[in-house]
Nanobody
């Protein structure tokens, strides 16, 4: 089992920045990738960004490319999602996830709310 705890959400004005954190614990040695997803009210959950556990490869959704940076602190087994130039459409609950294979994310955090005001 891998446990994930997100933090760093909140209310921010459009154009502002936030950094989300995801602390992983448990059997983290089995983790292949960590990712961030988000779900806005009335919409399906969508992928935002992902990073290999080794930290050498990253992936981004087109909607955040150029505005988001995912990173990982190997010593703390924590991943971060830096979001800049935030837009109201970035408003959502952001979830951290961990995958032990290439095919699916197996573990999820409880989510953290990000609200961007116009």
């Amino acid at each position: 089992q891998v446990q994930l705890v997100e933090s760093g959400g909140g209310l921010v004005q459009a154009g502002g920045s936030l950094r989300l954190s995801c602390a992983a614990s448990g059997r983290t040695f089995s983790t292949y990738m960590m990712g961030w997803f988000r779900q806005a009210t009335g919409k399906e959950r969508e992928f935002v960004a992902g990073i290999r556990w080794s930290g050498d490869i990253t992936y981004y959704a087109d909607s955040v490319k150029g505005r988001a940076t995912i990173s990982k602190d190997n010593a703390k087994t924590t991943s971060y999602l830096q979001m800049n130039s935030l837009k109201p459409e970035d408003t959502a609950v952001y979830y951290c996830a961990a995958a032990i294979s290439r095919t699916e994310y197996n573990y999820w955090g409880q989510g953290t709310q990000v609200t961007v005001s116009s």
